[in-house]
T-cell receptor, first 112, second 113 residues
């Protein structure tokens, strides 16, 4: 099935560092979302974006909906231990359609 | 806690068998979604139900079926199981036209031996 391409696949950072990850697609999406998955749990919604060019923050997290509608990025500032997990982008291609297409995931590890 | 419950948490079965996974959505949510998460395919949308009716279908195999009952809980039935069906199965729920804001349950880990 279709997937969104996320990069990097994994990141190893020190506590306090800023993190940046992105998600790209060959086709247009009208909604972009970012979810986080902790081990043994289901994904949890972090940020939702509904308009091309939109920049939205949620605490230390900032995400943007690319102008071309084919990409999105997520930044995490001043990382803390609880940021560890797998981050997934997700897109919805058609308005009124609730089917999520997920990215391949970025695994974030914080080195002590 | 998302408010979405899934049972069982773990399921181990043999090839050729049939299993049923159960999901209870958040109170008030009419939409239920099923996703499969495997190492090689990632998180894949299977099917969506809204208020008892099928609303959208993804890459769901013909051996798999689902339904949503009048009390809004949903079941995913997997039959003629194969080794490749081993995966995490997530249920999510949302209000209608939630714009992708879905609440995921903790998942059922299915192992087919």
């Amino acid at each position: 099935g279709q997937q969104l391409n996320q990069s990097p696949q994994s990141m190893f950072i020190q506590e306090g560092e800023d993190v940046s990850m992105n998600c790209t697609s060959s086709s247009i999406f009208n909604t972009w979302l970012w979810y986080k998955q902790d081990p043994g749990e289901g994904p949890v919604l972090l940020i939702a974006l509904y308009k091309a060019g939109e920049l939205t923050s949620n605490g230390r997290l900032t995400a943007q909906f690319g102008i071309t509608r084919k990409d999105s990025f997520l930044n995490i500032s001043a990382s803390i231990p609880s940021d560890v997990g797998i981050y997934f982008c997700a897109g919805i291609s058609n308005f009124g359609n609730e089917k999520l297409t997920f990215g391949t995931g970025t695994r974030l590890t914080i080195i002590p | 806690d998302s408010g979405v419950t899934q049972t069982p948490k773990h399921l181990i079965t043999a090839t050729g068998q049939r299993v049923t996974l159960r999901c209870s959505p958040r109170s008030g949510d009419l939409s239920v979604y099923w996703y499969q998460q495997s190492l090689d395919q990632g998180l894949q949308f299977l099917i969506q139900y809204y208020n008892g009716e099928e609303r959208a279908k993804g890459n769901i195999l013909e051996r798999f079926s689902a339904q949503q009952f009048p009390d809004l809980h949903s079941e995913l039935n997997l039959s003629s199981l194969e080794l490749g069906d081993s995966a995490l199965y997530f249920c999510a729920s949302s209000v209608v036209l939630a714009g992708g804001k879905q609440f995921f349950g903790p998942g059922t880990r299915l192992t087919v031996l």
